[in-house]
């Protein structure tokens, strides 16, 4: 029975080793995903300030192209509207990975005790 219990012991700690690490991978993610909101909004703000005849290049590759500064303006805007509903699907995916994490958390703890009653068991009969 012991080993029955260690066995499904392990299968749960790599469970939640997995929860982990996609619950990394996400945080990295949204990290990232700030970063780049961030970076919109600065481009964001720099672009309010220019003149309606203001020149703007856009990079492409190695080649800077001229833009429309309204053109400018609406990507920019499209881009951070992205971002923003990806961060809140990203945060959605975080608190569900919460959840995992402290369901499984209990349920490690319970084989925990199961493990431990059955080896005071096993060592009373020996």
Known sequence: MAEALQKK??????????????????????????????????????????????????????????QDLEEARQNV???????????KRLEKTIEDLDKKQDTQREALGKLQQQLQQAQVKAAMKA
Do not use: H, W
Request: no cysteine; proline share 1%.
């Open 9 to 66: 012991m392990q299968q749960e700690v790599e469970k939640f080793k997995a929860i982990q690490k996609e619950y990394q991978t996400v945080i990295s993610s949204r990290q990232q995903l700030d970063s780049q909101l961030t970076e919109n909004n600065g481009v964001k703000e720099e672009l309010s300030l220019l003149e309606s005849d203001a020149n703007v290049f856009k990079l492409i590759g190695p080649v800077l192209v001229k």
């Open 77 to 87: 805007n499209k881009r951070i509207d992205y971002i923003t509903a990806e961060t």
